[in-house]
């Protein structure tokens, strides 16, 4: 009689439905781990990919950076051989370049072409200019190199670096959006996933209460998986950040070596060509006038020769204090070549320049030089006229210097048509 009643319909149903219920559940329960185990991978692959494409856009701009030193050194230093390494690392750069481009090339999507073309673009427009530059430092013309490189080398670069720099925010973005989009997927399974758990399990706790442990956990190792990429893309940011700015550093150092007489830490030739193109084009636009002087230290050689190059060095260090303690404001001084120098004073008429330069020979005269004799300079200057190039301008200040080395030296001469 209890046989019977265990075996009753009733009895019969429900062990039915707890079987079907139990079957369900396990059921349940392994298409969800297959699917959340797709959906992981799946997100695992897309943002390892991501990773590949900012490892490789890093790397791009670092080789890139490299070259643009390595011009610079081939283009500063003096030694042969630390040149030729320079050189031979500017090759080796231009090949790591390559290939970090052709890997990036394969994991770029449709919809990133447009950036990708971008980056191509400026590359091939660089790889050119920086291969002319390195020719001309073959061939010794190192100014020419260097106006090159300062004029149009660092602007490429700075575009392909902000260039690169957009495309690594938008990669950034992109692999959070990819990030943030698994989570959403991985949460609307779960919850689809516990919905329907929720129901078949009303008779058991004991299944929801695996099935929602083995979903938080699922959901922790996404989680730990999404930390670690953040810390990486931080970590990688923070490194592109480091490095642009020893770049800036690096480049401010080379505009200031490229621009600067070494031994009296004046204007050089270069720098002060730039200067008188700058006031050309404002006396041209503006009519603002600029005088230049011609200051040259007399029988400079017979120092040399008498007390040696270290003395007359000496010599030109403290003649590059005097010309900074006479002019001061809105001038600018450099050092035209051996024992010469140039002042260019603006918004000048002629007869203030004179009134100046008289003033610079006597302190030239009155100061104490480290070499026992007196030491004078003889002054020429001319003042820009209607007209006039600044080519012109610098030949008839030369001839007013000219004038006043024959006129026996230690004198100011300001250049006149009428004579």
């Not at 920086?130 to 100014?143: N, V």
């Amino acid at each position: 009689m209890t046989r019977k009643k265990f075996f009753n319909a009733d009895n019969l149903l429900i062990a039915i439905a707890l079987t079907s219920i139990i079957v369900l559940v396990f059921t349940l329960v392994s298409v969800s781990k297959k699917m959340t185990t797709e959906t992981l991978d799946e997100a695992s692959h897309v943002i390892n990919t991501q990773y590949q494409k900012l490892h490789n856009l890093l790397n791009l701009q670092l080789y890139g950076q490299k070259r643009n030193i390595n011009l610079s050194l081939m283009l500063l230093l003096d030694d042969a051989f630390a040149r030729d390494e320079a050189m031979m690392a500017f090759y080796q750069d231009g090949s790591n370049y390559v290939k970090y481009r052709d890997q990036l090339a394969k994991l770029i999507g449709q919809n990133e072409q447009e950036w990708y073309q971008g980056i191509q673009s400026l590359a091939r427009a660089a790889d050119p200019l920086q291969e002319s530059i390195a020719e001309l430092a073959l061939e010794g013309q190192i100014e020419k190199g260097k106006d090159i490189l300062a004029n149009e080398g660092m602007q490429q670069l700075s575009e392909f670096g902000q260039r690169i720099n957009d495309f690594s925010r938008f990669q950034s973005q992109q692999t959070q959006k990819l990030i943030s989009q698994s989570r959403r997927n991985i949460d609307q399974t779960m919850h689809q996933i516990v919905l329907v758990a929720t129901l078949l399990v009303l008779v058991s706790f004991f299944f929801a209460y695996l099935m929602a442990r083995r979903f938080h956990m699922m959901n922790l190792r996404l989680k730990v998986a999404n930390d670690s990429l953040e810390k990486k893309v931080k970590h990688r940011t923070q490194r592109l950040t480091e490095a642009q700015s020893d770049l800036l550093e690096k480049n401010r150092i080379l505009e200031r070596l490229s621009t600067t007489d070494a031994l009296t830490q004046l204007h050089n030739r270069l720098k002060i060509e730039r200067i008188l193109e700058t006031l050309q084009t404002r006396y041209e636009t503006n009519q603002r006038l600029y005088t230049i002087l011609f200051i040259d230290i007399d029988f400079f050689k017979s120092i040399n020769d008498s007390f040696g190059h270290h003395s007359g060095d000496l010599v030109l260090k403290d003649m590059a204090r005097c010309l900074r303690n006479t002019f001061t404001e809105k001038s600018h001084i450099g050092r035209w070549g051996g024992e010469e120098f140039i002042v260019i004073l603006e918004e000048i008429d002629a007869h203030q320049a004179v009134l100046l330069a008289e003033e610079c020979r006597q302190k030239v005269q009155a100061h104490e030089f480290p070499v026992s004799r007196p030491i004078t300079v003889s002054i020429g200057l001319a003042t820009i006229e209607h007209g006039e190039t600044t080519s012109e301008v610098i030949h008839l200040a030369d001839m007013a210097l000219y004038d006043s080395k024959h006129a026996g030296r230690n004198r100011v001469t300001v250049y006149s048509k009428e004579a």
